[in-house]
């Protein structure tokens, strides 16, 4: 669903954009090539510049396993040139037309993008297109990569106390299923990624029928058909769409504590994850609860817990929610609070669980919810500004399996959620026993 | 090594038996099969009976991903019979030759096992070689055996709050190595599990270069290689052993707590679990060290945590510790309390803390040390009474990769324990980074 997750990817060059929705919703127009990949048009004409994006339906969670990280470290690979265009080219072009490149690698998609001036879009499709299916590996460009992503690993986790208790807190909550993994992979698996391994992977997931085209921007759709026609569409079809395979995550039972302590930390926080259903595996109504639910609770100082906990008890300087509602599985309900200056974790932990058990009466006035739904679909007209956004929300929705339709539907769905269905989603999903708490402390 | 864990196998039929084992060590005789099949022989003439058992070199920590309980179930499904031999009439041939027998899966193998007078060795031989090759499986026998293993894991888990403490444990301690999966399967998983799985499993194990043969008991070594020639010789061979592929587990970074209060609790209790090196994957002598340090610290009501927080601080009812050694990745090493009447887990809890802290100077007394020895090498001189032990010890240490002279020098390998060993051991194992403790409490 539209709303972007808190820290789901591993985002290169530029940060991650607030997603970008209007209340009618754009002019979304779409396509299947004749080899199966899926093209996805939504003109903006406010500026001549044109978002093109291509999304694979793979991300960290379709590592095989003890091969974690792969999905990322072949994101990293796509940049090393293909027969036509020597490593770097790519992103010659791009800069020398003036425009922005990225790409990212998310548990469930990893996508390429670039902005340009959109008569530029033709020669993006021809380098993106060339890069599907003519990627070039040598030993002598995989090796000093995958140290490159070691160090990335290195300064990302391995110094970073809070980032450590982040994989602990995941890895609990995940005990089986792969969302579990960090998306960068573990430090001894990265190690051991080779050539073979990035070949295997990008024969696998690296076809026309995995990935999805996203063009936002100022554009005619049937314009962008042809263009896609004549790059994407003369890559070989496999003939059918690689396969996922994913345990699920076992039924939770155990309320669950994680706790790093380290001399580097300035300052402790509490964290809460709760296993909840995603926007594709809840019963219908409960995902658009959990998003109102998360908006109502820590959206934000009017929120619940930043009233209760910073405002009125104060013994937090910030408190907050979090859902991530967009995943393919069973996904993470988050609460989180800084404890105020002189006010232990364990006090504020105790004021956190008292505001979550009082929520009910508590949080759940009619008057609150309809500001959440409100705050929610607002911030989703707001942030229509950003064509990346757009282009985001309808890759992001299609790579794990959500349609156009649903994306549409999103502020329907909020403006549905009833006051029991927040009254039922809190009682089932914020238990204990779906629960991991992370605490993170300054080592004496 | 010849120690026994606590519980890491579903043993059905009779309990698990104590390890057997003499400072001389027995004469072990062994042979390979010309099929690859091993084959180890344990003369023992006290009484005129032989065990014999095939050990597998597959268990739950083998299972495919997204198939836990394979192992297990086709352990369960090894008892329906061949075109040869219906189902039941191996069971029944042992019962009216007045035999015994037995099996289980265990995180690293799957073994058989029957003893009887020694003049039926032949004929388990011909039973046992003729289910490794000519199991025959229907979808009649197959799904009802799948609602018998459902129905055992309903019964020992799912209403048992202790076991569901454990699996959510092991889960913690092991995020990514399938020892954190449980050997019965994830209930979900285990309701998936269908006769094409068996099959896979069964043709991908189930094979004479994967087997090792033991038999213990008042048989002469050459008519054992004789019988076993023309019985298990006959099985044709695949060409080669089956790979086991199993992701290593991460370093951990962060201490790590789980709870299940439940009504059903009668008694709560404190356990704390660390991931420890094991006798394969240890430094030389840590393993070894550890073996004397759980049984120093835990081994009993003379040992260093009994007297600590049972006798002098009365905060306990129980305390100990073991550590599994035998397996072929990183392991547990444990300890336990049974909190006093009128003492909390939070109190008992710290003692134990305490207790560990105080471990070079309190529990490391060179008196200590040696009466800990002395008390490991002669449990396996007293345990050595038992037959079936004897033929397990051989069983397993082969089936993990061990040899015989690695079970024959377990006796020195405990006596060149130094203290030196001991104390770099607790400091590097017994780290809370490295533990997951577990809480059983009643809920109110």
């Known amino acids: 669903m539209?709303?972007?997750?808190?820290?789901?990817?591993?985002?290169?060059?530029?940060?991650?954009?607030?997603?970008?929705?209007?209340?009618?919703g754009?002019?979304?127009?779409?396509?299947?090539?004749?080899?199966?990949?899926?093209?996805?048009?939504?003109?903006?004409?406010?500026?001549?510049v044109a978002t093109h994006m291509v999304w694979y339906r793979n991300g960290s969670a379709d590592d095989p396993i003890g091969v974690s990280g792969i999905a990322h470290f072949l994101e990293h690979l796509?940049?090393?040139g293909t027969e036509k265009h020597p490593a770097g080219a790519f992103s010659k072009v791009v800069s020398e037309l003036g425009g922005?490149?990225?790409?990212?690698t998310s548990y469930d998609y990893t996508a390429y993008f670039q902005r340009v001036a959109k008569e530029h879009l033709g020669t993006m499709m021809g380098f993106e297109a060339d890069r599907m299916a003519n990627?070039?590996?040598?030993?002598?460009?995989?090796?000093?990569?995958?140290?490159?992503?070691?160090?990335?690993?290195r300064m990302r986790v391995e110094t970073d106390p809070a980032a450590q208790l982040s994989e602990a807190m995941a890895a609990s909550l995940f005990v089986h299923h792969p969302y579990g993994i960090p998306i960068i992979g573990w430090m001894h698996e990265i190690e051991a990624l080779d050539r073979g391994h990035a070949l295997d992977y990008y024969g696998r997931f690296y076809t026309p029928e995995n990935a999805i085209l996203v063009?936002?921007?100022?554009?005619?759709?049937?314009?962008?058909?042809?263009?896609?026609?004549?790059?994407?569409?003369?890559?070989?079809?496999?003939?059918?769409?690689?396969?996922?395979v994913?345990?699920?995550?076992?039924?939770?039972?155990a309320m669950r504590r994680v706790a790093v302590a380290d001399p580097r930390v300035e300052q402790p926080t509490l964290q809460r994850l709760y296993l909840a259903p995603s926007a594709l595996t809840g019963p219908a109504r409960e995902s658009a609860a959990l998003e109102v639910l998360a908006e109502l609770l820590g959206g934000g100082p009017t929120s619940y817990l930043y009233r209760t906990l910073v405002l009125d008890k104060a013994v937090a300087v910030n408190a907050g929610a979090w859902y991530m509602a967009s995943a393919i599985d069973d996904t993470r309900f988050a609460l989180y609070l800084v404890p105020a200056h002189g006010t232990s974790l364990e006090v504020a932990e105790e004021a956190l669980d008292a505001a979550i058990r009082a929520i009910p009466d508590a949080a759940l006035e009619e008057a609150a919810i309809a500001r959440a739904k409100t705050r929610l679909?607002?911030?989703?007209?707001?942030?229509?500004?950003?064509?990346?956004?757009?282009?985001?929300?309808?890759?992001?929705?299609?790579?794990?399996?959500?349609?156009?339709?649903?994306v549409k539907r999103w502020p329907s769905d909020v403006e549905a959620v009833t006051r029991e269905d927040l009254v039922a989603a809190a009682a089932r999903v914020l238990a204990p026993h779906r629960s991991v708490t992370g605490e993170l402390r300054k080592a004496g």
Chains 1, 2 share one sequence.
């Open 2 to 24: 539209p709303r972007t997750p808190a820290a789901p990817s591993l985002i290169h060059a530029t940060g991650g954009a607030r997603p970008d929705f209007s209340a009618d």
């Open 26 to 48: 754009p002019q979304v127009h779409s396509y299947t090539l004749d080899n199966g990949m899926d093209v996805v048009v939504v003109p903006d004409g406010r500026v001549p």
């Open 78 to 80: 796509m940049f090393k």
């Open 100 to 104: 922005q490149e990225n790409a990212f």
């Open 135 to 153: 990627l070039r590996l040598s030993d002598e460009v995989v090796a000093p990569e995958r140290d490159v992503v070691l160090e990335e690993r």
């Open 215 to 244: 063009v936002a921007g100022d554009v005619v759709p049937d314009e962008v058909l042809r263009l896609a026609d004549g790059t994407y569409g003369r890559v070989a079809p496999r003939g059918a769409r690689p396969v996922r």
């Open 246 to 253: 994913r345990p699920r995550e076992p039924e939770p039972r």
């Open 377 to 406: 679909v607002a911030e989703t007209v707001y942030a229509a500004d950003s064509q990346t956004s757009l282009a985001r929300i309808y890759g992001a929705a299609l790579a794990i399996g959500e349609t156009i339709e649903d």
